[in-house]
């Protein structure tokens, strides 16, 4: 079943055209990645999924309802938890005050409450902040209250807009953790946007977005079999030459050879095995991709 279904979705800005005509789905209880230079459309997508924005035309169905009936839009609002990066807390309650808050404005009683807050408690880590002011708490404690406010309510989907922009290596690991345990222990599905392509690297499936269109769709292996070569690298023993029918590109002391698939290494390295001082293999990444799509169609 999906968890998101999008048919067709503009959306302009007087005449900016934004998001042109996508179509795409998103399984339930998977984690997907949507990614895009700025600019690309990410965001005014997000907004409108979330019931922030309303699309221009086109069709969206998100947890089992469309999108843009006052039924359907108070439906989905319930269905899902929304991180994004400006911060929504207050301030000056802590964070289990605004998280209380959170919970109330959903009607849960005390012990509703208190089980819910057991749940993302588990999966954040909040003890050594329940009790701090939101104000006085460092980037990645917020992006943990956050991200536990978002789930209070115990969403289906949960959006994450960026989560990790701006912290550390280690706290970008804990939050990172936490959401993919989520996603594999509830069947939440995850609908993130993010800078790091190690991020989506894990993800189930990726879009990446380009002047409002997706430009390419798959698993994050598919992406970078299609638009991400392998490469051999060697340096040549001192005075060695490279066997006239071996064609590379030679780039400082180092010779790159593309590989059609990591295996080709092989046979090439038996070859150039007495000519070669060291060599490397060098797999395509999810930078590659990125990269490669968004050079594409500039030149
Ligand atoms: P992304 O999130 O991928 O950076 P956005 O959805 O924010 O992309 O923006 C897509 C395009 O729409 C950009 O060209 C942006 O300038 C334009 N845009 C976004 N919001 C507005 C707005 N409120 N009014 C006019 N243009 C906008």
Redesign the pocket.
């Known amino acids: 079943m999906n968890a998101i279904e999008v048919t067709n979705l503009v959306k302009t800005?007087?005449d900016?055209v934004?998001?042109n005509d996508i179509s795409f789905t998103v399984e339930e209880g998977s984690f997907f990645a949507f990614l895009?230079?700025?600019?690309?459309?990410?965001?005014?997508?997000?907004?409108i999924l979330c019931t922030l924005r309303q699309a221009t035309t086109g069709e969206v169905m998100v947890a089992g309802q469309s999108l843009g009936t006052l039924k359907g839009n108070e439906h989905i609002r319930r269905s899902i938890g929304i991180v994004f990066q400006q911060n929504l807390l207050d301030d000056y309650l802590t964070v289990y005050e605004n998280i209380r808050h959170r919970g109330r404005f959903y009607q849960q009683s005390k012990k509703e409450f208190e089980a819910n807050y057991a749940f993302v408690n588990h999966y954040l880590k909040l003890d050594d902040i329940a009790h701090k002011r939101y104000e006085k708490l460092s980037g990645g404690q917020r992006r943990r209250a956050d991200i536990a406010r978002a789930l209070i309510h115990r969403p289906h989907i949960l959006f994450l807009d960026e989560p990790t922009t701006g912290l550390d290596p280690q706290t970008r690991r804990f939050v990172w953790n936490a959401v993919r345990t989520l996603c594999q222990e509830t069947n939440m599905t995850i609908f993130l946007?993010t800078h790091y392509m190690e991020e989506a690297a894990v993800a189930d499936k990726i879009i990446i977005?380009k002047e409002?269109t997706i430009v390419a769709e798959g698993s994050p292996e598919s992406l970078k079999a299609a638009y991400a070569a392998d490469e051999l690298i060697i340096v040549l023993k001192e005075d060695a030459e490279l066997p006239a029918e071996l064609h590379a590109t030679k780039i400082g002391e180092r010779y790159h050879f593309q590989l059609e698939d990591t295996r080709d290494a092989l046979p090439l390295l038996l070859k150039l095995r007495p000519y070669i001082a060291s060599f490397e293999v060098i797999k395509g990444s999810l930078d590659d991709v990125f990269i490669r799509l968004n050079e594409e169609r500039r030149v």
């Open positions: 800005y007087n900016k934004a998001v895009g230079a700025n600019g690309a459309g990410k965001s005014t997508t997000i907004e946007t977005m409002g």
